[in-house]
């Protein structure tokens, strides 16, 4: 049990060296305007969809997959299927709506479908002040539990990490993100794919003994973990699985820092190779997360386990104490990757969002493309900044919990944005009084479910399910009287519902 080494540290200096190269190099070409929020189009489908994946994928999501496995069951596994319910939807309905309308941001769709600038300016801060908060977490978590392994100190790896994250995403625009985040991607898929081959290699028994722990040890499924319940409010295999695929959803056609890789190309088939790609590279490293963390549970029955092995930190202290020198190195960097992926991909959404969804709407004159790319520039930096000093708070024990329920709640309030969509793309009465009247509806209904009811009553998988269930009960019938009552009938434009694409 070697521990990180000055060899691993020398890997994990080289390859933050070498993906700010990466990034710098793609930055070459002087973008400007929707080029720097948009790409230039010479991006191809596979660099997209890998660094959908990479976003989605977070350093959270990273640690915890192998350490829920570890200590418990495969149950959190299912949610990964609910994609097989969220990709199919989302090609069959809203990227043949966005492909036609060859939309801007994700809230440029609820300015063309409804008409309304404030809807457009609604999701854009609705979804920044989330993302600001999402990527201060998200920096702050991993560079923690780095610091407890490397003893390295955790304000120089969050400084660092948003350093490096920064200077490319200032630089080069989308165009440089989406190709850092296929590079970083790429290390981790073959990373993890080592760690498990690895793995296999030294556990008595080998993948027999992941099998042993699925049928001896109930490692697979608990026996009572009811399959499912007709009352969709209560926990089960089955609204797992379809509240996981609208939770996903809802990230594919409402959240910027996704719907902004689908602005790359408006050809169809490169979309719908882009969102299968992505699907099966998920599920692939999901499962390959879970039987990782079930042969570390038969690896350290027959082995001591390593210092500072809380459940979240067991892959992070296997790879530090396990792997061979240097491809420690390198699988740590896949962490710090993971999380410096995310930051890159929030920093350029954010400076998008604010930038056309904000600044362009509510301005009384045309801003040019330079000035443009110059203010998005501007927030980037502005932004990445401030992640980093509210992560640092967070590390040096600051308004932790206060902060993490500020950023839960944020959380909830996006989930609720889906609901508008949902209203735009299949209904031609709502209009924009409606939907902000089932958004104020949806808003209350989830916050009083998840803060006022005893925990347990909601299971938190029917979620997305309540929102579009309320989003469409309420904003038809207020859309219709809102008609009836202004006497004005509603004109759906082209192209912005699934009846006409």
Known sequence: MQGFTNIDLAVLVIYLIAVLLFGVHFAKKDMKGKEYFKGDGTIPWWVTSV?????????????????ISFAGTWLMWFAQLGMLLAIPLTIRYFLPIYSKLDIDTAYHYLELRFKSKALRVLGAVMFIIYQIGRMSIIMYLPCMVLASLTGLDVNVLIVVMGVIAIIYS?????????????????????????????????????????????????????????????????DSVFIM????????????????DIVQRFTTTTDMKKLNKMMLANGCLSIFIATVFYLIGTGLYKFYQANPLPVAAAQDQIFASYISFELPIGMAGLLLAAIYAAAQSTL??????????????????????????????QIGRWVSLAVGIFAIVVSMVLANGGVKSAYEWFN??????????????????????????????????????????????????????????????????????????????????????????????
């Not at 209350?444 to 009960?473: C, D, H, M, N, Q």
């Open 408 to 501: 839960g709640f944020m959380g909830l309030v996006l989930g609720i944005l889906v609901g508008a969509f949902i209203l735009g793309a299949f209904t031609k009465v709502a209009n924009a009084a409606g939907t902000f009247v089932a958004f104020l509806a949806a808003t209350a209904v989830l916050v009083f479910v998840k803060y006022f009811l005893p925990p347990g009553t909601v299971t938190f998988w029917s979620y997305s399910i309540i929102s579009i269930l309320v989003s469409l009960v309420v904003g038809v019938p207020a859309s219709m009287l809102w008609s009836s009552l202004t006497g004005r009938k509603n004109q759906v434009p082209q192209h912005t519902t699934v009846y006409d694409t």
């Open 241 to 256: 699985i379809v509240g996981a695929g609208f939770n996903t959803m809802g990230s594919y056609i409402s959240s910027q």
């Open 344 to 373: 890159s991909t929030g920093l350029n959404a954010v400076s998008s969002s604010w930038t056309m969804d904000i600044l362009a709407t509510l301005s009384k004159q045309e801003i040019s493309f330079e000035r443009q790319t």
């Open 170 to 234: 200032y630089t080069g625009g989308l165009k440089s993100v989406l190709w850092t985040d296929f590079m970083q991607g790429s290390v981790l898929l073959v990373g993890v794919t080592f760690a498990f081959v690895y793995l296999l290699y030294h556990l008595d028994g080998g993948f027999g003994a992941i099998m042993t722990a699925f049928t001896s040890e109930d490692k697979f499924l608990s026996p009572s973990q009811p399959l499912f319940d007709i009352n969709i409010l209560k």
């Open 51 to 67: 660094s959908i994946f990479a976003t989605l994928l977070s350093p959270i999501s990273f640690l915890s997959l192998v350490g």
